[in-house]
């Protein structure tokens, strides 16, 4: 058992979420505008067309670079906690860690940049036509992405969960609740809870990351002592 490499993956879990995050609040932490589309979510990046295109392009790929380096903590999860376990669902994980590191950063974090740039690029000329473009680049480009990695780091999150519980892990049951989907619903409801500005808009796009920080940091600091001692 390397004990050095579990720990060590938390730690980029960390990092990763943590790079991701600043990417994240780069793009959507900012005041609500008039714009609507339809889409609550694609409104809220275009609100990030007044900013900078160089924020823009730092805040996308934090993200792409962030993401797949938070998938080295999943990995090493999968790596110590649930493939010595054997059958089918470890290789059911580690397919939704693949899925974190090829389809979160490129294929979800970096489209959330590109929307605010086609809109401004787009708008002088024709705002109708700005706020269109974006809407079915979102669609057609960042939605499936997002599907296939939500449905598949889902089912992951579901095993992680039923193990722990099981008590099949070196971990307390108590690190059931270690679980980003936790993070990700107290964000949505602070961000409900503060509204459409900044701040509230921030949490909100920031959501997955604050739960990967919350779990990865769960994971680290309550850490079994076979796991921590070298």
Known sequence: MDNRKFRNGMLFGIVGAVLTLIGDLLIGANPASDITTGSQMVDIFIDAAENSELRMVIGGMLGAVGIPITALGYYQLYERLFRPLGGVMPSVYKIGVYATAVLG????????????????????????????????????????????????????????????????????KRAALYNMAIGVAVSYVLAWVIGKNAVGNG????????????????FYADMPKERSNE
């Open 203 to 218: 949490i909100g796009t920031g959501a997955i990351s604050i739960g990967h920080l919350y779990m990865f940091t769960m």
């Open 105 to 172: 950063g490129a294929g979800v974090h970096l489209p959330c940049a590109v929307i605010p740039m086609l809109y401004k690029w787009i708008a002088p000329t024709d705002p109708t036509l700005a706020a269109n473009v974006a809407e079915r680049y979102a669609n057609w480009f960042m939605m499936p992405s997002m599907v296939m990695f939500g449905v598949l780091l889902f089912i992951a999150l579901v095993y992680q969960t039923v193990v722990i519980i099981k008590g099949r892990t070196a971990y307390k």
